[in-house]
């Protein structure tokens, strides 16, 4: 493909993570399974201190959330009254834990103790995160160049800068001057990018969002945001629509700030 300009009025490059700075695969093959498999061992391990207290509380109310808006069924709800049998109250929480991930929730609950579970799996060597070769090369060109670099996935904060703080290529948080997620609001709304830019001080119109998703793309776009679409391996296939109307890039080497040499 073509190489993309960067606008000449652009002052931030805004990056999604999943497809976009790394495989849809690391996400779908590492990180989730991972919690799957050392869910109910991690909550045995920590069950009487105060952080996996708290995560145990923030996905009982939660729970609590869902049955009065129908959400979810009493076969997932938590006990709350406070369980004598350990072994019990453990796997009802992982019940939960595991149909929030089968049904694809991103509840602040759900990820935060994902993020506490990553949080010593990485720290522990046991993960390290993975990134496209193109993307460290290009952020280290394009904040030579005067841009500022920042991310925007829908994975917490704390999960962002553990998977850039223990990646393969090493610790690359320097590379970033700011993270958000969903805090600052859902990726397909387009307040979202406005609240992103007034947080970092710029008009809309002077960030770049490169995204592997065209709703997030859309949204953005609505937003006075420009874009590029990201196309990687394995990520959802574009219409002849899409293609013809988005900025594709196949890898971050092919953005040009203009009238670069």
């Avoid at 960067?6 to 993570?17: K, M, R």
């Avoid at 979202?192 to 490169?210: D, K, N, P, T, W």
């Avoid at 959802?236 to 890898?251: F, Q």
Wanted: proline share 2%.
């Amino acid at each position: 493909m073509a190489t993309v300009s960067i606008p000449a009025n652009t002052t931030a490059l805004l990056l999604d993570i999943e497809g976009t700075t790394t495989p849809i695969t690391f996400v779908k093959d590492i990180l989730f399974p991972y919690i799957k498999d050392h869910l109910e061992e991690h909550l045995s391990a920590h069950w009487e201190e105060d952080e996996c207290k708290q995560d145990v509380h923030l996905l009982k109310k939660q729970v609590e959330e869902d049955l009065r808006l129908n959400r979810a069924c009493a076969q997932h709800a938590l006990d709350q009254s406070g369980h004598t049998d350990e072994e019990k109250a453990i796997r009802e929480v992982v019940d939960n834990v595991l149909w929030q991930m089968a049904s694809d929730r991103k509840t602040t609950a759900l990820k935060q103790l994902q993020g506490h579970m990553w949080r010593a799996a990485y720290a522990a060597g046991r993960i390290k995160g993975e990134v496209y070769q193109d993307v460290v090369p290009s952020i280290r060109r394009w904040r030579r160049q005067g841009l500022k670099v920042y991310i925007y996935s829908s994975g917490s904060v704390e999960a962002q800068k553990l998977l850039f703080g223990y990646s393969v290529e090493g610790d690359v948080l320097d590379l970033f001057d700011g993270h958000f997620d969903t805090n600052i609001g859902a990726k397909v709304e387009s307040k979202s990018y406005e609240r992103i830019a007034e947080r970092i001080g710029c008009l809309s119109e002077e960030i770049m969002f490169l995204t592997d998703i065209t709703r997030e793309a859309k949204a953005a776009e609505d937003a006075g945001v420009s874009v590029a679409v990201v196309v990687r391996p394995g990520n959802m296939e574009l219409t002849e629509e899409e293609r013809s109307h988005y900025n594709l890039i196949t890898t971050f080497s092919q953005l040009e700030v203009t009238g670069s040499v």
